[in-house]
């Protein structure tokens, strides 16, 4: 009996360590098991409301909540190039319940460009599926004196620093697509202006504070069918369907614009839960080859993409590794 009553409390205490390692087991188990039960899913968008991501973000988010049955919430985290709502998410619970609609800006360029960027790109999220891609349009105000982006180029050599252009931040896609095409047009200077969106870089474009902007097809849209802003010239290999009477740049005279294009991508927490992801990438893909989303983002100048999450995972990693390289070339540095 002594034996036993010495032995008993590690016994118990043995037990009790059993119990509680199941107890931490059992929530992750019936988070991915009764996932999207439990709550609303919040879908997390690094830049303003009316910009591309967000135009994108909100047909996801409406067919999602259709799909899963659970309704999937748009919550805009603007700021820092994106870096902002990015790091929010980043640093969410990983139980599939905050997601991230990711871009080249806030994954592929803006760690490049920025050494303080709060989160790592590829350790600290998920990727769950490529959602969309889209070309980039070089857009000025109405009033603007230049009717061509050969008139732009020709304006800007002959008046070194005296115009500027604006970009949704600094390390962004619409700020590094605008040094790119500086870079290919023989070497511009013209002065980064660096907001929290690109939508909010359209009123001072309008009013004539900014010269240019490199948009995203899908945020211009709206302001060139509303005549507040003439497109110069595509990005891309070929002249945009939505687009088809704006030239390409290499139609203008500035090569090696062609690859420069826009992606968006759904991200989760690193460590979410497998079968969530599973699940969102079988659902997002199917979604991309409906004809009804399909004809979505074709109307605002984007292309579906789909696929695996491996296959997206490469496909960042490796636009990332390209930027770099044009980057070193170019001389291109965050102000």
């Known amino acids: 009996m002594r034996w036993f009553n010495r032995r008993a409390p590690l016994k118990s205490g043995l037990c009790a360590l059993a119990l509680m390692a199941m107890g931490a087991a059992v929530p992750l188990a019936a988070t991915a098991q009764s996932w999207p039960a439990a709550k609303p899913i919040r879908l997390v968008i690094p830049f303003p409301p009316g910009g591309a991501t967000d135009i994108i973000s909100r047909q996801v988010a409406q067919r999602l909540s259709v799909v899963l049955g ?15 709502g990015s790091d929010i998410a980043a640093k969410a619970p990983p139980d599939g319940y905050t997601l991230l609609m990711a871009t080249s800006s806030t994954h592929s360029i ?83 202006i660096p907001y929290r969106g690109t939508g909010l870089v359209i009123t001072d474009l309008v009013s004539g504070q900014i010269s240019f902007l490199m948009d995203s097809i899908v945020s211009a849209q709206t302001h060139i069918r509303s005549g507040k802003v003439r497109p110069l010239a595509v990005t ?11 030239p390409t740049f290499a139609e203008v005279g500035v090569p090696g614009m062609e690859l420069v294009g826009n992606w968006f991508g759904l991200f989760a ?17 199917a979604m991309l080859k409906s004809p009804e989303f399909v004809e979505g983002l074709d109307k605002v100048g984007a292309e579906p993409v789909g696929g695996t999450p491996d296959e997206f995972s490469k496909t960042y990693r490796q636009e990332a590794d390209a930027w770099r390289g044009l980057i070193q070339r170019a001389g291109i540095k965050a102000e």
């Open 70 to 84: 659970q309704q999937v919430v748009v919550d805009n985290k603007p700021g820092a190039g994106g870096a902002i």
């Open 110 to 192: 803006g760690p490049l460009l920025n050494p303080k960027t709060p989160y790592d790109a590829v350790k600290e999220f998920t990727p769950i599926v490529h959602v969309a891609s889209a070309p980039s349009v070089l857009v000025v105000g109405q009033g603007f004196p230049a009717a061509s982006a050969r008139e732009l180029v020709d304006l800007l050599k002959r008046n070194p620093g005296k115009y500027n252009y604006g970009s949704s931040g600094i390390g962004t896609y619409p700020h590094l697509s605008a040094e790119m095409f500086k870079w290919r047009a023989g070497g511009l200077f013209a002065v980064h």
């Open 236 to 246: 891309g290999l070929k002249r945009s369907p939505t687009l088809p009477n704006v």
């Open 269 to 285: 927490p690193a460590g979410a839960p497998a079968e969530v992801v599973a699940r969102l990438n079988r659902e997002l893909n």
